[in-house]
């Protein structure tokens, strides 16, 4: 699968992410599709290294379920880190 197609299947794990996790976000909707895009890469990554197995095509189930796990991890963390950020700035 191309550059492209990875992109494309990020933009919807991380629609896919949002909607897993609803909330509100700091970046907004552009943010949440940046981070499905990483999250698709890294969850592509994680998948070949932790279970040693080769990703399907772009129709694949297993590519879609990889790429959504991917994005919600990677949401989670940045809500994680913008969320101490933004009660500190209140706090002063």
């Known amino acids: 699968m191309g550059i492209l197609g990875w992109i494309v299947l990020g933009l919807v794990a991380g ?3 949002k909607l ?3 909330g509100k976000d700091v970046g907004g909707l552009i943010i949440t599709m ?3 895009i990483a999250g698709a890469l890294l969850g592509g990554f994680l998948g070949s290294a ?3 197995t ?3 095509s772009f129709f694949d189930l297993r590519t879609w ?3 959504v796990i991917g994005a919600v991890i990677l949401l989670l963390v940045y809500r994680l880190v913008t969320g101490r950020k933004t009660r500190r ?3 002063r």
């Open 15 to 17: 629609a896919v992410a």
């Open 50 to 52: 932790l279970f040693d």
């Open 65 to 67: 379920i990889v790429a």
């Open 54 to 56: 080769g990703l399907g």
């Open 20 to 22: 897993l996790i609803p």
């Open 89 to 91: 700035s209140r706090v």
């Open 34 to 36: 940046l981070l499905g």
